[in-house]
């Protein structure tokens, strides 16, 4: 969610890259909630972090605690946010409370990456 929303928001300004320690599949229901605003991410795909080895980045920005103690170091300039995000891929219940666990997710990342995005337009 997170990538398909930095570039949707970013536009030309971001150019997002998501990736994960122990990649899988993009989750149905991400792709569900991510579709009722307009961003549709059904075509990504779950990445794992070594595709981006030697890359350079202007930040490194995870999102679970696991991520953060054990996201591997990138050279140069970037600079580490950690956002603290409960992952809603735990969650359980009906089909609509799991939404709305997936919903929360979205719209805190989407109120960050807002945050982030006015922070480097000042």
Same mark, same amino acid.
């Given at each position: 969610m /997170?990538e398909g929303?930095?570039n949707?928001? *970013? &536009?030309?300004?971001?150019h997002a890259?998501?990736?994960g320690?122990n990649p899988?599949?993009?989750n149905?229901?991400?792709?569900?909630?991510? &579709?009722?605003? *307009?961003?549709?991410?059904? &075509?990504?795909?779950?990445?794992?972090?070594?595709?981006f /080895?030697g890359?350079e980045f202007?930040?490194?920005?995870?999102?679970?605690?696991?991520?953060?103690?054990?996201c591997?170091?990138?050279? *140069?300039?970037?600079?580490?946010?950690?956002?603290?995000?409960?992952?809603?891929a735990?969650a359980?219940g009906?089909?609509?409370e799991i939404l709305?666990?997936?919903?929360k997710?979205?719209d805190i990342?989407r109120?960050?990456i807002?945050?982030?995005?006015?922070?480097?337009?000042?």
């Open positions: /997170a929303m930095a949707h928001l *970013g &536009k030309e300004k971001i890259f998501s990736a320690l899988s599949f993009v149905p229901y991400a792709i569900e909630v991510m &579709k009722e605003i *307009g961003i549709d991410i059904s &075509k990504h795909r779950s990445k794992s972090i070594e595709e /080895a890359m202007d930040y490194i920005i995870t999102l679970c605690e696991s991520a953060r103690q054990n591997p170091f990138f050279p *140069g300039k970037a600079k580490r946010i950690h956002w603290d995000i409960k992952d809603p735990n359980k009906t089909h609509e709305d666990e997936f919903r997710c979205r990342i109120n960050y807002q945050n982030l995005i006015m922070e480097l337009q000042e």
